[in-house]
């Protein structure tokens, strides 16, 4: 491991070799911890209490359908094949036996692939979530700790995207997904990476019209496209010298500075 160093006037990158820049909004996420994504976003449930409505979606039957569930429209993407809310036939109250994240129905996936849309703008995302290992039910299939990507879009462009690595997600407990922008966007595409048709199951979605408000300087890295995460980055100016780590979208932030020259420094991988 070294340091690459380059120099920043605002949060635009000047210089940095080996290293790509991420999107162009700055990104706060939330995971575990949705009192507070509540409070900071001032978000609000977008679905309600899902209801028992079985496999709203089926890539076999209607592969551009969409069921709209209050502010929210849900879709199949590239690699997903259905959507289901609540239980289908079954004689459990969910998909998952051991109550979904709140407290009611649940929504289940074949491949936990899909697109939301939003009614409008917002600037806040996030959905109740649960990772089973060792209470997976018997359809659940062979667990695995799933990264999951969110693209936030806006029309069709690429506002940012984050990810949230599966070692960090808890098993077995409800827990909560979410990321607040400063750049407003309308779609989110939501990809377990791993590939695997392992469920993991949903709760209510949430969706917040305030924006995500930085007064640092903040920055994303990427080494050959993939966010660096857990990376060492310090900051060097006039004053005290400043330290942080890269978030799960190899992001970091720091408080507002005077001036605007300063020297951002990053321990990564040597690029050859």
Known sequence: MTYRTFIVVGATVLSLAGFSTAQAANLKTYLDNKAAFLADT????????????????????????????????FALTV????????????????WYPEGAPDGLND?????????????GPVYAFGFDFIEPDTTIPS????????????LLFDGPALVGQVQFLGTDTPNDVNTFLG????TAFDRVLINDL????????????????????????????QV????????????????PLQKTTTDAAGCYGFSAVSGKKFKVQIQGPVIP
């Open 139 to 150: 359809w659940g299939g062979t667990p695995e700790e799933s990264t999951y990507e969110l």
């Open 42 to 73: 001032g978000a609000a449930s977008a679905t309600g209490v899902l209801p028992d409505a079985g496999r709203v979606l089926d890539v076999s039957i209607d592969p551009l359908g969409s069921y709209t569930l209050g502010s929210v429209t």
């Open 179 to 182: 990321v607040w922008s400063d």
């Open 79 to 94: 690699g997903s094949d259905n959507v289901a809310v609540g239980a289908s036939g079954l004689a459990i109250p969910d």
């Open 224 to 239: 050959n496209g993939a966010p660096l995460v857990g990376a060492k980055v310090q900051k060097m100016q006039n004053g």
């Open 194 to 221: 791993s590939g695997n048709d392992d469920d993991e199951y949903f709760g209510e979605f949430y969706t917040g019209t305030a924006a995500y408000v930085f007064s640092g300087i903040t920055g994303c890295v």
């Open 107 to 119: 929504i289940a996936l074949g491949f936990e692939r899909m697109q939301v849309s939003t009614s």
